[in-house]
Structure formats: structure tokens, C-alpha cells
């Protein structure tokens, strides 16, 4: 079983910025695929950005391109992901993904992730 803990999320007026973070204690954090999705009420979860066990590539959802930045600091076993500009459409709960398996095959699929953990709300006011 891995465990994942995600940092509390928060309310921010539009045009704030917020820095999630995950953490997978454990020894072979390196070696995992990380990711973010979030889900809107009455919506289906979604993908939001996905970074591969070396850390050489980022992937993000359309809507959150050059407002969110995806880093991972192996060292710590942490993920950070750091919103600015927020909107308040970008209102979810976010939920940090792992894959740990080794061959990716699609970053964007919640199909692709083998544990997720319990979600961390993110309010944008207007």
C-alpha cells in the first residue's frame, strides 16, 4: 500500500495563487509517475498535470497551461504544484495521483494511476 498525503488547499480570491503539495513517503518515490486531477461538483474528474518518475517532462491540461507549474523534489518525496492567476473555475477538490507502475502509457487517464489520495478543496471566489 502506498500512502499519499496531500497539503490543505484553500480559498483565494481570483487572481491568487496557492502551492499544493503531495507526499508519498517511501523509498522508491523517484521512480513513480505523479499527477494532479481535480473534480468540480457535478463534474467528472479531470486531468490537470502529470510528471514522470525523472522529472524531464511536464504534461498539462489546456486550461491550466502557463498558470500552473508541475516540480518534484525526489529527495523529499513531495510533488508541488503551484497555481497562480487562479480563476474561479478552477474551483475542485485536487487529488494527487501515482503511478507506480513502470510503463506510462497515457498521463492524462485517472485509468493510468494506481493510488490517489483523499483530495484537498481549492476555492476561487470572484
Known amino acids: 500500500q502506498v500512502r499519499v498525503v496531500e497539503s490543505r488547499g484553500g480559498l483565494v480570491q481570483a487572481g491568487g495563487s496557492l502551492r499544493l503539495s503531495c507526499t508519498v513517503p517511501?523509498?522508491?518515490?523517484?521512480?513513480?509517475?505523479m499527477g494532479w486531477f481535480r473534480q468540480a461538483p457535478g463534474k467528472e474528474r479531470e486531468f490537470v498535470a502529470a510528471?514522470?518518475?525523472?522529472?524531464?517532462?511536464?504534461y498539462y491540461a489546456e486550461s491550466v497551461k502557463g498558470r500552473f507549474t508541475l516540480s518534484r523534489d525526489n529527495a523529499r518525496n513531495t510533488m508541488y504544484l503551484q497555481m497562480i492567476n487562479l480563476k474561479p473555475e478552477d474551483t475542485a477538490i485536487y487529488y494527487c495521483?501515482?503511478?507506480?507502475?513502470?510503463?506510462?502509457?497515457?498521463?492524462?487517464?485517472?485509468?493510468?494511476?494506481?493510488?490517489w489520495g483523499q483530495g484537498t478543496q481549492v476555492t476561487v471566489s470572484s
Open positions: 517511501g523509498r522508491t518515490f523517484s521512480s513513480y509517475t
Open positions: 510528471i514522470p518518475w525523472s522529472g524531464d517532462s511536464r
Open positions: 495521483a501515482v503511478r507506480i507502475r513502470a510503463i506510462m502509457r497515457d498521463y492524462f487517464s485517472p485509468d493510468s494511476y494506481d493510488y
